[in-house]
Protein backbone atom coordinates (compact mmCIF):
# COMPACT_ATOMS: atom_id res chain seq x y z
CA UNK A 1 0.00 0.00 0.00
CA UNK A 2 1.50 3.48 -0.81
CA UNK A 3 2.14 6.18 1.96
CA UNK A 4 -0.14 9.03 2.39
CA UNK A 5 1.40 12.10 3.74
CA UNK A 6 -0.43 14.32 5.47
CA UNK A 7 2.06 15.90 7.48
CA UNK A 8 2.94 18.74 5.65
CA UNK A 9 3.47 21.24 8.49
CA UNK A 10 6.35 18.94 9.56
CA UNK A 11 8.17 19.05 6.60
CA UNK A 12 7.49 19.09 2.87
CA UNK A 13 8.92 16.72 0.46
CA UNK A 14 12.25 18.26 -1.69
CA UNK A 15 10.80 19.82 -5.03
CA UNK A 16 12.44 18.34 -8.27
CA UNK A 17 13.07 21.72 -9.40
CA UNK A 18 14.70 22.22 -5.98
CA UNK A 19 17.26 19.30 -6.11
CA UNK A 20 17.92 20.37 -9.88
CA UNK A 21 19.47 23.82 -9.00
CA UNK A 22 21.15 22.36 -6.09
CA UNK A 23 22.94 19.66 -7.40
CA UNK A 24 25.81 21.69 -9.05
CA UNK A 25 26.46 22.95 -5.86
CA UNK A 26 26.73 19.56 -4.27
CA UNK A 27 28.75 18.53 -7.30
CA UNK A 28 30.98 20.23 -9.42
CA UNK A 29 30.83 23.52 -7.97
CA UNK A 30 31.66 23.08 -4.23
CA UNK A 31 34.32 26.08 -3.45
CA UNK A 32 34.35 27.92 -0.37
CA UNK A 33 32.56 31.03 -0.36
CA UNK A 34 35.04 32.36 1.12
CA UNK A 35 37.84 31.61 -0.83
CA UNK A 36 39.46 34.29 -3.09
CA UNK A 37 40.42 32.17 -6.17
CA UNK A 38 37.11 31.41 -8.33
CA UNK A 39 35.87 28.54 -7.43
CA UNK A 40 34.69 30.43 -4.14
CA UNK A 41 34.16 33.10 -5.77
CA UNK A 42 31.64 31.47 -7.98
CA UNK A 43 29.96 29.77 -4.78
CA UNK A 44 30.07 33.41 -3.13
CA UNK A 45 28.13 34.56 -6.28
CA UNK A 46 25.76 31.64 -5.73
CA UNK A 47 24.34 32.80 -2.37
CA UNK A 48 24.59 36.72 -3.09
CA UNK A 49 21.72 35.58 -5.87
CA UNK A 50 20.21 33.58 -3.50
CA UNK A 51 19.95 36.54 -1.16
CA UNK A 52 18.66 38.68 -3.60
CA UNK A 53 16.55 36.62 -4.86
CA UNK A 54 14.63 35.63 -1.00
CA UNK A 55 14.51 39.36 -0.62
CA UNK A 56 12.96 40.01 -4.11
CA UNK A 57 9.84 37.34 -3.31
CA UNK A 58 9.46 38.52 0.85
CA UNK A 59 9.78 42.65 -0.15
CA UNK A 60 12.80 43.38 1.64
CA UNK A 61 16.18 44.40 0.92
CA UNK A 62 18.90 41.74 0.62
CA UNK A 63 21.26 43.31 3.44
CA UNK A 64 17.91 42.57 5.71
CA UNK A 65 17.95 38.48 4.33
CA UNK A 66 20.57 36.30 6.34
CA UNK A 67 20.95 32.73 6.23
CA UNK A 68 20.39 30.48 9.22
CA UNK A 69 20.25 26.58 10.17
CA UNK A 70 16.72 27.27 10.28
CA UNK A 71 13.74 28.92 12.22
CA UNK A 72 14.79 27.59 15.48
CA UNK A 73 18.40 29.21 14.82
CA UNK A 74 17.19 32.38 14.02
CA UNK A 75 15.20 32.92 16.84
CA UNK A 76 17.50 31.97 19.24
CA UNK A 77 19.52 34.84 17.24
CA UNK A 78 17.24 37.54 18.13
CA UNK A 79 15.52 36.86 21.75
CA UNK A 80 19.38 36.48 22.67
CA UNK A 81 20.00 39.77 20.58
CA UNK A 82 17.21 41.61 22.38
CA UNK A 83 18.49 40.79 25.56
CA UNK A 84 22.03 41.38 25.01
CA UNK A 85 22.13 44.27 22.60
CA UNK A 86 18.67 45.71 22.54
CA UNK A 87 18.40 46.24 26.23
CA UNK A 88 15.14 44.05 26.63
CA UNK A 89 14.12 43.31 30.19
CA UNK A 90 10.61 42.30 29.13
CA UNK A 91 9.20 39.55 27.15
CA UNK A 92 5.86 39.20 26.20
CA UNK A 93 5.06 36.42 24.10
CA UNK A 94 2.08 33.62 24.06
CA UNK A 95 1.41 30.16 25.54
CA UNK A 96 1.02 28.42 22.64
CA UNK A 97 4.38 29.36 20.77
CA UNK A 98 6.20 26.56 19.24
CA UNK A 99 8.88 25.42 21.48
CA UNK A 100 11.78 27.29 19.61
CA UNK A 101 10.56 30.42 20.91
CA UNK A 102 8.52 29.22 24.12
CA UNK A 103 11.19 27.11 25.41
CA UNK A 104 14.11 30.03 24.46
CA UNK A 105 12.13 32.74 26.51
CA UNK A 106 11.63 30.64 29.40
CA UNK A 107 14.82 29.69 29.56
CA UNK A 108 15.97 33.51 28.77
CA UNK A 109 13.66 35.19 31.39
CA UNK A 110 15.51 32.23 34.32
CA UNK A 111 18.90 33.30 33.03
CA UNK A 112 18.87 36.70 32.90
CA UNK A 113 15.99 37.75 35.46
CA UNK A 114 13.75 39.18 32.97
CA UNK A 115 9.74 39.47 33.11
CA UNK A 116 8.52 37.05 31.33
CA UNK A 117 4.62 38.00 30.47
CA UNK A 118 2.29 35.90 27.92
CA UNK A 119 -0.85 37.17 26.25
CA UNK A 120 -4.06 35.60 26.90
CA UNK A 121 -5.67 32.85 24.78
CA UNK A 122 -9.30 33.64 23.27
CA UNK A 123 -11.50 30.30 23.14
CA UNK A 124 -10.92 30.31 19.20
CA UNK A 125 -7.13 30.17 19.57
CA UNK A 126 -6.28 33.72 18.48
CA UNK A 127 -4.20 35.68 20.74
CA UNK A 128 -6.06 38.42 22.94
CA UNK A 129 -5.52 41.66 21.52
CA UNK A 130 -6.58 43.97 24.25
CA UNK A 131 -5.00 41.83 26.28
CA UNK A 132 -1.08 42.45 24.39
CA UNK A 133 -2.10 46.08 24.74
CA UNK A 134 -2.71 46.14 28.18
CA UNK A 135 0.63 44.22 28.68
CA UNK A 136 2.13 46.98 26.77
CA UNK A 137 0.61 49.99 28.32
CA UNK A 138 1.45 48.12 31.29
CA UNK A 139 5.39 48.01 30.56
CA UNK A 140 8.07 50.03 32.07
CA UNK A 141 11.08 47.82 30.48
CA UNK A 142 12.15 47.89 27.16
CA UNK A 143 10.25 44.83 25.50
CA UNK A 144 9.65 42.65 23.44
CA UNK A 145 7.05 41.31 21.66
CA UNK A 146 7.68 37.71 20.21
CA UNK A 147 4.60 36.52 18.95
CA UNK A 148 4.08 33.36 15.83
CA UNK A 149 2.44 34.32 12.84
CA UNK A 150 0.83 30.94 12.34
CA UNK A 151 0.31 28.69 15.04
CA UNK A 152 2.35 25.27 13.27
CA UNK A 153 -0.41 23.07 15.62
CA UNK A 154 -4.60 24.48 14.84
CA UNK A 155 -3.18 27.05 11.77
CA UNK A 156 -4.78 30.62 13.74
CA UNK A 157 -2.81 33.78 12.25
CA UNK A 158 -2.50 36.82 13.88
CA UNK A 159 -2.65 39.94 12.13
CA UNK A 160 0.84 40.82 11.99
CA UNK A 161 0.22 44.81 11.20
CA UNK A 162 -1.99 45.35 13.62
CA UNK A 163 0.08 43.50 16.40
CA UNK A 164 3.23 45.50 14.99
CA UNK A 165 1.33 48.81 15.41
CA UNK A 166 0.69 48.03 18.66
CA UNK A 167 4.34 47.27 19.29
CA UNK A 168 5.49 50.75 17.70
CA UNK A 169 3.05 52.35 19.37
CA UNK A 170 4.76 51.58 22.93
CA UNK A 171 8.33 51.46 21.64
CA UNK A 172 8.57 47.56 21.56
CA UNK A 173 10.86 45.53 19.29
CA UNK A 174 8.28 42.87 17.22
CA UNK A 175 9.92 39.68 16.19
CA UNK A 176 7.36 36.68 14.15
CA UNK A 177 8.22 32.91 13.89
CA UNK A 178 6.43 33.16 10.46
CA UNK A 179 7.95 29.34 9.89
CA UNK A 180 4.42 27.84 8.77
CA UNK A 181 3.90 31.52 6.70
CA UNK A 182 7.17 32.17 4.38
CA UNK A 183 6.74 30.12 1.29
CA UNK A 184 2.84 29.63 1.93
CA UNK A 185 1.90 33.59 1.91
CA UNK A 186 2.77 36.52 0.14
CA UNK A 187 5.15 39.14 2.03
CA UNK A 188 6.11 42.63 1.66
CA UNK A 189 8.15 43.00 4.81
CA UNK A 190 8.99 46.81 3.32
CA UNK A 191 5.54 47.48 4.74
CA UNK A 192 5.23 45.90 7.99
CA UNK A 193 6.01 46.80 11.22
CA UNK A 194 7.91 44.24 12.02
CA UNK A 195 11.51 44.22 13.10
CA UNK A 196 12.44 40.12 12.66
CA UNK A 197 10.75 37.35 10.84
CA UNK A 198 12.29 33.78 10.63
CA UNK A 199 11.84 31.12 7.86
CA UNK A 200 12.36 27.68 7.38
CA UNK A 201 12.93 25.68 3.48
CA UNK A 202 11.55 22.36 5.01
CA UNK A 203 8.47 24.23 5.24
CA UNK A 204 8.12 24.87 1.31
CA UNK A 205 9.20 21.88 -0.80
CA UNK A 206 12.93 23.36 -0.01
CA UNK A 207 15.26 21.68 1.76
CA UNK A 208 16.19 21.14 5.51
CA UNK A 209 18.43 22.77 7.54
CA UNK A 210 18.59 25.96 5.75
CA UNK A 211 16.79 28.59 7.08
CA UNK A 212 16.86 32.58 6.97
CA UNK A 213 16.48 35.81 9.64
CA UNK A 214 15.17 38.74 8.32
CA UNK A 215 16.64 41.99 10.56
CA UNK A 216 15.03 45.34 9.61
CA UNK A 217 17.67 47.31 8.56
CA UNK A 218 16.75 49.54 11.40
CA UNK A 219 17.97 47.64 13.95
CA UNK A 220 20.99 46.24 14.70
CA UNK A 221 22.25 43.12 16.69
CA UNK A 222 25.37 40.84 17.42
CA UNK A 223 25.66 37.59 16.23
CA UNK A 224 24.95 34.15 18.09
CA UNK A 225 27.53 32.02 16.55
CA UNK A 226 30.80 33.33 16.73
CA UNK A 227 34.09 32.69 15.17
CA UNK A 228 33.73 33.58 11.40
CA UNK A 229 32.64 36.78 9.36
CA UNK A 230 30.62 34.77 7.20
CA UNK A 231 26.82 36.70 6.61
CA UNK A 232 27.83 39.77 7.43
CA UNK A 233 29.38 39.14 10.24
CA UNK A 234 25.98 37.64 11.80
CA UNK A 235 26.76 34.20 11.51
CA UNK A 236 30.10 32.41 11.82
CA UNK A 237 30.77 29.02 9.98
CA UNK A 238 30.65 27.80 6.38
CA UNK A 239 27.60 28.54 4.77
CA UNK A 240 25.08 25.67 3.23
CA UNK A 241 25.48 26.76 0.28
CA UNK A 242 23.59 24.21 -1.75
CA UNK A 243 20.60 25.00 1.16
CA UNK A 244 21.10 28.02 0.46
CA UNK A 245 20.92 27.87 -3.12
CA UNK A 246 17.78 25.49 -2.51
CA UNK A 247 16.22 27.83 -0.18
CA UNK A 248 16.27 30.74 -2.73
CA UNK A 249 14.87 28.25 -5.56
CA UNK A 250 11.93 27.23 -3.68
CA UNK A 251 10.76 29.97 -2.57
CA UNK A 252 10.73 31.34 -6.37
CA UNK A 253 8.91 28.70 -7.31
CA UNK A 254 6.41 28.91 -4.41
CA UNK A 255 5.83 32.51 -5.28
CA UNK A 256 5.13 32.37 -8.31
CA UNK A 257 2.74 29.54 -8.08
CA UNK A 258 0.84 30.70 -4.74
CA UNK A 259 -2.46 31.93 -6.22
CA UNK A 260 -3.12 28.61 -7.79
CA UNK A 261 -1.37 26.07 -5.13
CA UNK A 262 -3.73 28.04 -2.52
CA UNK A 263 -6.45 28.06 -4.30
CA UNK A 264 -5.98 23.86 -4.49
CA UNK A 265 -4.51 23.28 -1.39
CA UNK A 266 -7.37 25.09 0.19
CA UNK A 267 -10.07 23.11 -1.35
CA UNK A 268 -8.40 19.91 -0.04
CA UNK A 269 -8.62 21.16 3.55
CA UNK A 270 -12.74 21.97 2.88
CA UNK A 271 -12.76 18.40 1.59
CA UNK A 272 -11.92 16.92 4.75
CA UNK A 273 -13.22 18.62 6.81
CA UNK A 274 -16.71 18.27 5.16
CA UNK A 275 -16.27 14.36 4.69
CA UNK A 276 -15.74 14.16 8.24
CA UNK A 277 -18.82 16.18 9.70
CA UNK A 278 -20.32 14.59 7.21
CA UNK A 279 -19.42 10.30 7.99
CA UNK A 280 -18.29 10.98 11.89
CA UNK A 281 -20.58 13.73 13.40
CA UNK A 282 -18.69 14.00 16.79
CA UNK A 283 -15.64 15.42 15.35
CA UNK A 284 -14.75 18.57 16.39
CA UNK A 285 -11.92 21.21 15.20
CA UNK A 286 -9.56 23.41 16.95
CA UNK A 287 -8.89 27.07 16.26
CA UNK A 288 -10.53 29.63 13.62
CA UNK A 289 -10.71 26.61 10.84
CA UNK A 290 -11.96 29.06 7.94
CA UNK A 291 -10.94 32.43 9.16
CA UNK A 292 -7.79 34.04 9.97
CA UNK A 293 -6.12 30.63 9.14
CA UNK A 294 -3.70 28.12 7.49
CA UNK A 295 -5.08 27.15 4.39
CA UNK A 296 -3.38 24.12 4.56
CA UNK A 297 -4.22 22.57 7.73
CA UNK A 298 -7.05 20.95 9.91
CA UNK A 299 -6.77 19.91 13.53
CA UNK A 300 -9.62 17.74 13.88
CA UNK A 301 -10.57 16.31 17.82
CA UNK A 302 -12.17 12.77 18.13
CA UNK A 303 -13.93 12.09 21.45
CA UNK A 304 -11.50 10.05 23.67
CA UNK A 305 -12.03 6.43 23.94
CA UNK A 306 -10.71 2.57 23.44
CA UNK A 307 -10.63 3.39 19.80
CA UNK A 308 -9.29 6.38 19.36
CA UNK A 309 -6.70 6.67 22.04
CA UNK A 310 -4.42 4.70 19.31
CA UNK A 311 -5.80 6.44 16.63
CA UNK A 312 -2.04 8.11 15.52
CA UNK A 313 -1.02 4.38 16.01
CA UNK A 314 -3.59 3.18 13.52
CA UNK A 315 -3.04 5.99 10.91
CA UNK A 316 0.68 4.50 10.81
CA UNK A 317 -0.49 0.96 10.45
CA UNK A 318 -2.87 2.41 7.41
CA UNK A 319 0.24 3.27 6.09
CA UNK A 320 -1.17 7.37 6.49
CA UNK A 321 1.21 10.52 8.18
CA UNK A 322 -0.38 13.10 10.60
CA UNK A 323 0.65 14.21 13.74
CA UNK A 324 -1.02 14.66 16.88
CA UNK A 325 0.52 17.86 17.98
CA UNK A 326 3.89 19.56 17.24
CA UNK A 327 6.23 17.52 14.67
CA UNK A 328 9.07 18.49 17.20
CA UNK A 329 7.91 16.65 19.99
CA UNK A 330 5.39 14.27 18.15
CA UNK A 331 8.08 11.60 19.71
CA UNK A 332 7.47 12.77 22.93
CA UNK A 333 4.33 10.82 24.12
CA UNK A 334 3.12 14.00 26.24
CA UNK A 335 0.46 16.60 25.73
CA UNK A 336 0.57 19.42 23.59
CA UNK A 337 1.05 22.66 24.76
CA UNK A 338 -1.13 23.76 22.68
CA UNK A 339 -4.17 22.36 22.67
CA UNK A 340 -3.97 22.25 26.45
CA UNK A 341 -4.38 26.24 25.96
CA UNK A 342 -7.55 25.45 23.92
CA UNK A 343 -9.20 22.67 26.14
CA UNK A 344 -8.26 22.69 29.26
CA UNK A 345 -8.23 18.95 31.00
CA UNK A 346 -10.52 18.35 27.40
CA UNK A 347 -11.58 14.81 26.74
CA UNK A 348 -10.49 14.54 23.65
CA UNK A 349 -7.74 12.72 21.00
CA UNK A 350 -6.32 15.04 18.44
CA UNK A 351 -5.19 14.76 14.95
CA UNK A 352 -3.61 17.21 12.91
CA UNK A 353 -4.08 17.23 8.95
CA UNK A 354 -1.71 19.50 7.06
CA UNK A 355 -2.09 19.42 3.22
CA UNK A 356 0.45 20.09 -0.12
CA UNK A 357 0.15 20.21 -3.76
CA UNK A 358 0.89 16.55 -4.22
CA UNK A 359 -2.26 15.63 -2.34
CA UNK A 360 -5.41 14.72 -3.61
CA UNK A 361 -9.10 13.89 -2.51
CA UNK A 362 -8.32 10.53 -3.26
CA UNK A 363 -6.43 10.03 -0.63
CA UNK A 364 -8.41 12.33 1.53
CA UNK A 365 -11.24 9.72 0.81
CA UNK A 366 -8.55 6.40 1.94
CA UNK A 367 -8.12 8.55 4.77
CA UNK A 368 -11.93 9.02 5.81
CA UNK A 369 -12.47 5.06 5.32
CA UNK A 370 -9.76 4.25 7.26
CA UNK A 371 -11.09 6.13 10.00
CA UNK A 372 -14.31 4.68 9.69
CA UNK A 373 -13.06 1.55 10.05
CA UNK A 374 -11.00 2.52 13.32
CA UNK A 375 -13.75 4.18 14.89
CA UNK A 376 -16.51 1.49 13.83
Do not use: W
Request: charged fraction near 15%.
Amino acid sequence: MERIYFDNAATTSLAPEVLEAMMPYLTEKFGNPSSIYSYGRETRLAIEQARKSVAKNLGAKPAEIFFTSGGTESSNTVLNAAITDLGCKHIISSPIEHHATLHTVIHLAKLHNLQLSFVQILPNGHIDMDHLAGLLAASTEKTIVTIMHANNEIGNMIDMKAVGQLCKQYQAYFHSDTVQTVGHFPFELSQLPVDFITGAGHKFHGPKGVGILYINENVKISPLVHGGSQERNMRAGTENLYGIVGFAKALELATEKHQEDRQYIQSLKQYLHDQLVAKIPSVHFNGDIFGNSLYNLLSVNFPKNEKTEMILFNLDMHHICASGGSACSSGAQQGSHVINALNKGSEMVTVRFSFSKNNTTAEIDQVVTALLTMLD
